[in-house]
């Protein structure tokens, strides 16, 4: 799970119709993963 003490960020990349893409900024030796992220997005 994506923790605050990791200093992650989700940042805004683009919007095209009604999709929206979504970049993680995080340092190089934090795992993350896109099912981590779903996950805490739900």
Known sequence: MIDAC???????????NSRVRLGI?????TGVHRKEVWDALQ
């Open 25 to 29: 900024e995080a340092p190089a030796c």
């Open 6 to 16: 990791y200093d992650s960020q989700l940042c805004f990349v683009e919007s095209r």
